[in-house]
């Protein structure tokens, strides 16, 4: 069967499925703030405010049921991070997952990294399916047999059981950040990763947990000299020496480990001049990159900043080769949005597995897509009215101003609390999840 | 003049989310926080440019003086010119005072001094709220007492700033403003009584919970938490700068403790500023006018009258201009 390979407005999508409680009262601990596919798309990871990992697993595909791929279970919970107190500092440390970065598989076993504020675990993730019976000192229920009444010697053997998927920590990589770590990236080296904070990143290596390399500073001698932080940042798909990081200012930095041990100087900067005919008091602010991601490829990144994403060129520093508006009627809101502290939201954005289509979120749950090739975009909400499995998502439109035409949204009427900030993309299907608040919505393209 | 009355919004706005930073779980978030300091650094330009001259003045005096030209390192055209109105030359600046309070002369350096620090300003703030106390007024001092109590009550345990701020500072500690940096020198001339320093205490906070992120300045060594709130009063690096200033004495008679008052004064009108934050705090969000009269009871100790104005955003623009400059 053919499956059109990009075209967000090719492809016609249509809900899948939602996970997550139905009220709408909101328990904080609920909140996603992460949402990941691992490599091979068949893991769905989600961390929440509340510490906790929740994985879902693609069910195989079903011959009979050639209508719609697997669907996507719960396979694993656990808590990942619990709330700490630094005693030192006077300061809580909350447990929310930040981020979760999948690593490749290499055995039977699965393993992420998950993050809080200030440490990052390596969990390990791994199925029973048999257990061994027949023990000859130990009962069945494990009790001791008194060795005075054993008669007879046995083997042991396995015997099949229900499937029991354990989580364990196998690594904690603890106290190498002051301030709030925002993200973590596994290197291509499959052996390292980095981790950033406000004003540093480390480089650390999987199987070592007490120490990391310090290979970004750019905390000032004096903080009162501080201008900007250090957003985010990502490795490379393929140069397992090269970075990216981005800052608040706007700018991204590209790194090249082979320079010097710390890379504080950049190889490339990437920096978009400001248009001065939008300045305003808040032109820092929405200037800030929430988020950044290398194409698979490797040859663009793409970042997001409030109204926008960009699409660079690595080899082009100094303007991004495309720009898209997410929701440009915001511009005239920003000051009830600073109010409201919405400006401060953190959107992140994701490529497709041809890179081909990126996706990011916005207000009132809506998302947005943009196809790179055909220059269209479109935007869906997630909501639960109105959505049976493989119902097509209608197209959604905010009217900016002026007349409001039937099935419109005026922006006035737009629910702020209702964010989209967390999306994925499967790596390989045209299949997406997509974190509301306290919500994991997953579509699919239509399959005929 | 709807520039800066939206100048000012925006800065009790960001005054507000750095107060509330201080409480939240998970301390005090850098990133936001520089943000909010940006917009209050913008706002802060833009209000200082804006050419509104006599418009509100309040004082008795009525001719605002006007202020001394702006050190060429204040980025005069920074902010403001994206507005479409290329700020004017700040000897037109809005100066509104000319009451012959002692903060006036410090009114003039507050510029250079926040544009020295502006960030640390900020912080400056939130030291003060932290530490320091006192207003001018018997009035405003109770009025700020009570939410502080209760806020302090409220965040027990070192969770929120407040938590850690020693308990008995508040009702039964005199009031005292000591900048942090304890540099205030004794001798500052009285807009606060000041008896019993509560800087004692602050030590002993060792570690407060939620510093200022944007700037920990003296200890500056480990980031959120680093140290405590070790800001000491912005007047503390421009200290040269208004020497210079004096040579052009931007209201009479002041010249003489000028230097000595500018200190004390800038810690003055962060406390002010201080007790505003009770109001933002006590009142619903965008309480504006509220705020401002809580916050006037400050400084005008000679002024009961204006406590309870009739146009409070007018009237409050003195204070509040003086406030604001004082970042």
Same mark, same amino acid.
């Given at each position: 069967m053919a499956r059109r390979a990009g075209g967000g407005n090719d492809i016609q999508w249509c809900f899948s499925q939602v996970k997550g409680a139905v009220d709408d009262?909101?328990?904080?601990?609920?909140?996603?703030?992460?949402?990941?596919?691992?490599?091979?798309?068949?893991?769905?990871?989600?961390?929440?405010?509340?510490?906790?990992?929740?994985?879902?697993?693609?069910?195989?595909?079903?011959?009979?049921?050639?209508?719609?791929?697997?669907?996507?279970?719960?396979?694993?919970?656990?808590?990942?991070?619990?709330?700490?107190?630094?005693?030192?500092?006077?300061?809580?440390?909350?447990?929310?997952?930040?981020?979760?970065?999948?690593?490749?598989?290499?055995?039977?076993?699965?393993?992420?990294?998950?993050?809080?504020?200030?440490?990052i675990k390596l969990w390990k993730i791994s199925e029973r399916d048999k257990r061994p019976e027949g023990y000859n000192l130990k009962e069945e229920d494990g009790r001791y047999r008194d060795p005075t009444t054993v008669t007879t010697l046995r083997v042991p053997v396995f015997r099949p059981m229900d499937l029991m998927v354990e989580a364990s920590p196998r690594r904690i990589f603890a106290n190498a950040h002051t301030y709030h770590i925002n993200s973590i990236s596994i290197n291509s080296d499959y052996e390292t990763y980095l981790s950033a904070d406000?004003?540093?990143?480390?480089?650390?290596?999987?199987?070592?947990?007490?120490?990391?390399?310090?290979i970004v500073d750019i905390k000032p001698a004096n903080m009162e000299e501080l201008t900007e932080v250090i957003t985010a940042a990502e490795f490379h798909p393929n140069s397992c020496n090269t970075f990216v990081y981005s800052s608040s200012k706007g700018t991204i930095r590209l790194c090249d480990m082979r320079a010097s041990a710390l890379c504080d100087r950049h190889s490339k900067l990437f920096e978009e001049p400001e248009d001065p005919s939008n300045r305003s008091f808040f032109s820092e602010i929405i200037s800030s990159i929430s988020d950044v991601k290398f194409s698979h490829s490797g040859r663009y990144m793409m970042t997001r900043d409030y109204l926008s994403v960009k699409i660079w060129d690595l080899n082009m520093e100094n303007r991004p080769v495309e720009t898209y508006q997410v929701h440009e009627y915001l511009r005239s809101k920003l000051c009830s949005l600073?109010?409201?502290?919405?400006?401060?939201?953190?959107?992140?954005?994701?490529?497709?597995?041809?890179?081909?289509?990126?996706?990011?979120?916005?207000?009132?749950?809506?998302?947005?897509?943009?196809?790179?090739?055909?220059?269209?975009?479109?935007?869906?909400?997630?909501?639960?009215?109105?959505?049976?499995?493989?119902?097509?998502?209608?197209?959604?439109?905010?009217?900016?101003?002026?007349?409001?035409?039937?099935?419109?949204i005026s922006v006035d009427s737009l629910d702020f609390n209702k964010k989209i900030l967390h999306t994925a993309w499967h790596p390989k299907e045209n299949i997406i999840a997509v974190a509301t608040t306290n919500n994991l919505y997953i579509f699919q393209d239509k399959v005929n | 003049m709807e520039f800066k009355l939206e100048a000012h919004r925006i800065v009790s706005i960001s005054l507000g989310k750095i107060y509330n930073s201080r409480v939240q779980r998970g301390g005090i978030k850098l990133h936001k926080n520089l943000l909010v300091s940006l917009v209050l650094r913008s706002a802060r330009q833009v209000y200082l440019s804006d050419p509104c001259p006599g418009l509100y003045l309040a004082g008795p005096a009525g001719i605002p003086a006007p202020p001394p030209q702006q050190q060429p390192g204040e980025p005069a055209a920074g902010p403001p010119a994206g507005w479409g109105e290329p700020p004017p030359p700040a000897a037109r600046a809005s100066w509104p005072e000319t009451e012959p309070q002692p903060e006036r002369p410090s009114v003039?350096?507050?510029?250079?001094?926040?544009?020295?620090?502006?960030?640390?300003?900020?912080?400056?703030?939130?030291?003060?709220?932290?530490?320091?106390?006192?207003?001018?007024?018997?009035?405003a001092w109770s009025r700020v007492e009570r939410p502080r109590q209760a806020a302090a009550r409220e965040a027990e345990g070192p969770a929120g700033g407040w938590g850690v701020f020693p308990e008995g500072s508040l009702a039964a500690r005199r009031p005292c403003f000591c900048p942090l940096g304890g540099e205030d020198p004794p001798g500052t001339p009285a807009t606060t009584p000041r008896?019993?320093?509560?800087?004692?205490?602050? *030590?002993?906070?060792? $570690? =407060?919970?939620?510093?200022?992120?944007?700037? &920990?300045?003296? %200890?500056?060594?480990?980031?959120?938490?680093?140290?405590?709130?070790g800001c000491p009063a912005p007047g503390s690096t421009p200290l040269k700068k208004p020497r210079r200033n004096l040579e052009q004495p931007p209201s009479g008679g002041e010249d003489d403790d000028a230097e000595e008052m500018?200190?004390?004064?800038?810690?003055?009108?962060?406390?002010?500023?201080?007790?505003?934050?009770?109001?933002?705090?006590?009142?619903?969000?965008?309480?504006?006018?509220?705020?401002?009269?809580?916050?006037?009871?400050? *400084?005008?100790?000679? $002024? =009961?009258?204006?406590?309870?104005?009739?146009? &409070?955003?007018? %009237?409050?623009?003195?204070?509040?201009?003086?406030?604001?400059?004082?970042?």
């Open positions: 009262d909101v328990a904080e601990a609920d909140i996603i703030s992460t949402v990941e596919f691992n490599h091979s798309g068949e893991l769905l990871a989600t961390g929440d405010k509340g510490g906790r990992v929740v994985i879902f697993q693609q069910e195989q595909e079903n011959k009979i049921q050639s209508h719609s791929r697997g669907e996507y279970n719960v396979y694993s919970t656990f808590q990942s991070h619990e709330p700490e107190f630094d005693y030192l500092k006077s300061l809580e440390i909350e447990e929310k997952i930040n981020k979760i970065r999948w690593l490749p598989q290499k055995n039977a076993a699965q393993f992420l990294l998950s993050t809080n504020d200030k440490t406000d004003l540093r990143i480390n480089l650390w290596h999987l199987e070592i947990t007490d120490r990391s390399f310090n600073y109010e409201n502290d919405c400006i401060f939201d953190k959107f992140e954005c994701c490529w497709n597995g041809s890179d081909s289509v990126v996706m990011t979120g916005s207000y009132n749950n809506f998302f947005r897509m943009f196809d790179r090739n055909t220059k269209r975009d479109i935007t869906l909400e997630a909501s639960r009215e109105n959505n049976k499995p493989r119902t097509v998502l209608k197209p959604r439109k905010v009217c900016a101003s002026g007349k409001r035409k039937k099935d419109e | 003039s350096h507050a510029p250079r001094v926040g544009d020295e620090v502006p960030v640390t300003t900020v912080t400056g703030v939130g030291d003060v709220l932290q530490g320091g106390e006192a207003d001018a007024t018997e009035a008896t019993a320093c509560c800087c004692a205490p602050r *030590p002993a906070e060792d $570690e =407060p919970p939620a510093p200022p992120a944007v700037c &920990p300045r003296k %200890r500056g060594a480990a980031g959120v938490g680093g140290g405590p709130a500018e200190t004390g004064n800038v810690a003055n009108l962060i406390s002010i500023f201080g007790s505003s934050f009770s109001g933002l705090l006590r009142k619903s969000p965008g309480g504006g006018r509220e705020e401002e009269e809580g916050e006037e009871s400050g *400084p005008e100790a000679a $002024e =009961p009258g204006q406590i309870c104005c009739d146009k &409070p955003v007018l %009237r409050d623009m003195n204070p509040w201009s003086t406030a604001i400059v004082a970042f």
